[in-house]
């Protein structure tokens, strides 16, 4: 498509009454991070669209070349009970844990390996708790394993179902930067290349000898920005967020949108590959692979603005990469960052905060 639709940098809003519950907060509202400009919103001409993929439909998309430009799939864990467990996990790490993005609609939180704030690099895992919630080591340690177990769980599901180019994209930035894939193991002991789903309300499965997933993602609440181009998003879930692209260290993403509330009709958190003028219409459920350096973003949702209250209208989960995590690896990878350090960084990480992990790009 010529021209992105909707345009980029701007939030999307797909009728008046949603425009009417975000318009003061969008263009009046005390802004978390003032470094970052408001962006207008823009009430999308469904007509003007080329695709319009319904929430019961999957989709193949690709480009005049015949390459892949970006996949849908509807029904993606056949397990209702998995499903159920795997929200219960998403709801739990975004109640207990630092919302990352204060100037963006909703809460989204990091899982996984993290390099911590920009200003002082470490490795280790992400344990990014909000300091009101009181969890003793063993209750932090099991939250991370259920966290990378949906994580495992997610990433074996993209193997067995999703696009070969996406699984092969991914492969390749593990092995080309030597990572280490989302093994809670490693720093907080117990078997590695372990993990365990919930299957009938309490019924633990473990997987042993299993590949886990690649380092980080994205756990996410009512999430919503703006359309930009590049930097470490996620589409969750699709999250609510503006036009914009993003800069991570490999071509693909994935999400799972886990749950979305269709019970009052169109509620917007709908999904827009704008720059082939794209709509996925958010159902629970749903996989979407996109490749991040194209604009993208999710419209507003039908709620009251609110970075962690009111209702629930959609959740889920995304691999996502920070720009500067193969760096850290290999600066572990050399000595720069001592084994030691990283486990002791590991139990600090609570402390430091984690809002800096997503590089920033100027727009």
């Known amino acids: 498509k010529k021209h992105p639709y909707?345009?980029?940098?701007?939030?999307?809003?797909?009728?008046?009454?949603?425009?009417?519950?975000?318009?003061?907060q969008i263009n009046h509202a005390p802004q978390p991070d003032v470094c970052i400009s408001r962006k207008s919103m823009f009430l999308v001409d469904l007509a003007k669209?080329?695709?319009?993929?319904?929430?019961?439909?999957?989709?193949?998309?690709?480009?005049?070349?015949?390459?892949?430009?970006?996949?849908?799939?509807?029904?993606?864990?056949?397990?209702?009970?998995?499903?159920?467990?795997?929200?219960?996990?998403?709801?739990?790490?975004?109640?207990?844990?630092?919302?990352?993005?204060?100037?963006?609609?909703?809460?989204?939180?990091?899982?996984?390996w993290s390099t911590g704030l920009r200003s002082r690099t470490h490795l280790n895992l992400a344990r990014n708790l909000e300091s009101k919630h009181k969890l003793s080591p063993s209750q932090k340690s099991e939250l991370q394993y259920k966290s990378a177990s949906v994580f495992a769980l997610f990433w074996n599901l993209v193997k067995s179902l999703g696009p070969a180019e996406v699984v092969a994209d991914l492969e390749k930035l593990v092995k080309d930067n030597n990572l280490y894939r989302m093994d809670t193991a490693i720093a907080n002991g117990g078997k590695q290349h372990t993990y365990t789903i919930d299957v009938d309300g309490g019924v633990p499965l473990t997987f042993h000898n299993a590949e886990l997933a690649p380092p980080s993602g994205v756990f996410a609440r009512n999430y919503a920005r703006w359309v930009p181009r590049a930097q470490l998003h996620c589409?969750?879930?699709?999250?609510?967020?503006?036009?914009?692209?993003?800069?991570?260290?490999?071509?693909?993403?994935?999400?799972?949108?886990?749950?979305?509330?269709?019970?009052?009709?169109?509620?917007?958190?709908?999904?827009?590959?704008?720059?082939?003028?794209?709509?996925?219409?958010?159902?629970?459920?749903?996989?979407?692979?996109?490749?991040?350096?194209?604009?993208?973003g999710t419209s507003l949702p039908k709620l009251k603005p609110a970075e962690k209250g009111g209702p629930l209208?959609?959740?889920?989960?995304?691999?996502?990469?920070?720009?500067?995590?193969?760096?850290?690896?290999?600066?572990?990878?050399?000595?720069?960052?001592?084994?030691a350090q990283l486990i002791a960084e590991a139990g600090k990480s609570s402390e430091i905060g984690l809002e800096n992990t997503f590089e920033r790009v100027s727009i």
């Open 235 to 296: 589409t969750l879930l699709i999250i609510c967020r503006a036009v914009h692209f993003e800069r991570q260290p490999h071509d693909w993403s994935a999400s799972w949108t886990t749950f979305h509330d269709d019970s009052e009709g169109d509620a917007g958190s709908h999904f827009y590959l704008a720059s082939y003028g794209i709509r996925i219409q958010a159902a629970s459920n749903k996989a979407v692979f996109w490749k991040p350096g194209d604009w993208h």
């Open 49 to 112: 669209l080329d695709f319009d993929i319904g929430p019961d439909e999957s989709a193949i998309f690709e480009d005049e070349k015949g390459e892949l430009v970006a996949m849908v799939i509807s029904d993606f864990c056949k397990c209702e009970k998995v499903l159920h467990w795997v929200n219960e996990i998403v709801l739990l790490n975004v109640a207990l844990e630092k919302n990352v993005r204060k100037e963006d609609a909703g809460s989204i939180v990091i899982c996984g």
């Open 6 to 24: 909707p345009p980029p940098r701007r939030w999307i809003v797909e009728n008046q009454s949603i425009w009417d519950l975000w318009s003061y």
């Open 313 to 339: 209208l959609q959740c889920g989960l995304a691999i996502v990469t920070s720009a500067r995590l193969p760096a850290a690896f290999e600066a572990y990878h050399k000595g720069d960052i001592s084994r």
